[in-house]
């Protein structure tokens, strides 16, 4: 589970300061998928950072849930927090010279598997990830797709709780998109999966429940229904255009 508590995030400092997330409440279950959707500049991308507790809230807090259900503050507990999640940025930033195989092994062992998790964590993230075609290929060989199911690959080697997701089929071709979809729908059968992006589809293909940001703001929370009900519209498209100010849907 991932939990935000009036969770804030100011840059600068008097009249050069800026809120890039203003009091934002909400929570991400396991077994499923939340979207965080919002237009450029909305906050997304400071509340994954504050889940993957490379930065720390202003005000409020965030915090996340181990195998045990205990719930974990990402500011008063960062190290054990970034063993809790498991982060795909939008662009797969994989070494080229490596290949898929010596790159997963480098991760196990940062994340301190002993030999035998290691060993069983590489076969089940190969299989998790289809990745038996490619696992002794160099990183630079790889098709876009594939790379894409490398960058998820690290993120699951230490089997964490939580998956933070950046844009994940940005710059795929349908194909490649369908089976990062599929791939997303497994993961979160047993794990909180909190998905950023700005692509409305997404959401509708892959996602349970939707938060909608603007401006730094939590705009609404729900189901697609819900949120579209609440804002007397038909679709959460429209619901967006309406919460947001913004049209398209690449808003």
């Known amino acids: 589970m991932i939990e935000l508590a009036d969770f804030s995030k100011t840059y600068g400092s008097g009249k050069n300061s800026f809120a890039a997330a203003d009091h934002v409440t909400f929570s991400a279950g396991q077994g499923g998928v939340t979207a965080l959707l919002g237009p450029n500049g909305a906050g997304k991308t400071t509340i994954l950072r504050a889940v993957c507790a490379l930065h720390y809230a202003t005000g409020g807090y965030v915090r996340v849930s181990g195998d045990d259900g205990v719930m974990h503050d990402a500011a008063e507990e960062s190290a054990f927090v970034k063993r809790l999640v498991g982060f795909v940025p939008e662009q797969a930033m994989l070494p080229k ?3 898929a195989a010596e790159l997963l092994e480098e991760c196990a062992d940062v994340r301190g598997l002993s030999p035998e998790e290691k060993k069983s964590a590489l076969l089940r993230v190969v299989k ?7 696992y002794t290929k160099k990183i630079r060989t790889l098709s876009k797709g594939f790379c894409q199911r490398v960058s998820f690959a690290q993120a699951l080697v230490a089997d964490p709780p939580n998956i933070v997701l950046d844009e994940p089929v940005s710059g795929l071709d349908p194909a490649q998109i369908a089976q990062i979809r599929s791939l997303i729908k497994k993961i979160s059968r047993t794990k909180t999966v909190l998905l950023s992006t700005h692509i ?16 730094g703001k939590l705009a609404a929370a729900g189901t697609e229904k819900n949120i579209a009900d609440s804002c007397g ?3 959460l498209e429209e619901a967006f255009l309406k919460l947001t100010g913004t049209g398209g849907e690449d808003a």
Not at 128 to 134: A, D, T
Not at 200 to 215: H, P, W
Request: hydrophobic share 40%.
């Open 97 to 99: 010279e490596l290949t």
């Open 128 to 134: 998790e990830c289809s990745l038996e075609s490619v």
């Open 200 to 215: 409305m589809q997404e959401v509708s293909a892959v996602c349970d429940t939707v938060v909608i940001l603007s401006r």
């Open 233 to 235: 519209v038909q679709t």
